[in-house]
């Protein structure tokens, strides 16, 4: 992912699930890899849930101020995918400020593509850091609207 351009597109072509029903991480994490696979972007949807369990077995990816950003690295996938996914109530997601996560970003790339990976979750990351940002994802309904407020910072 070399420029705001790449981002914009991995971004629209994500799936997006505006009202999430986990109630735990697991159950979150679960759902998103779920959306991920209907849409045909995971060849094999369990061990795309075990890469990002293994990964969340290691270090919680719950971030701060309700953002979280669940990720693994799968020899099953040739490139990365992501789905956005919104709990306006939050869970706990074990996130570093302890308070409870309501925006999730889970991230499933290729072993081999590692770079595409940490610039996608960096992109996330900083355009996630913005209250007004995060604040507007909260509204949205569309995958594209998700887009448009991500490129806007």
Known sequence: MDDQADFEREVRNSTFVPHL???TKEAVIAEL???LARAGKLPDRDE???AVMEREATMSTGLE????????KS???PRLVAAFGLKREGIDFKALDGKPSNIFVL??????????HLQ???AVGRALSCPAVREKL?????IDDVADVLIET
Do not use: Q
């Not at 991230?107 to 595409?116: D, F, G, L, Y």
């Not at 909260?138 to 569309?142: G, P, V």
């Open 75 to 77: 020899n099953t996938v």
């Open 48 to 50: 795309a849930y075990r």
């Open 33 to 35: 890899i779920d959306t």
């Open 120 to 122: 996608f979750l960096a």
């Open 21 to 23: 029903e986990g109630n």
């Open 107 to 116: 991230v499933v790339s290729a072993v081999t593509r590692a770079n595409e």
């Open 65 to 72: 101020n309700g953002v979280a950003l669940p990720h693994g």
């Open 138 to 142: 909260l509204e949205t309904k569309r």
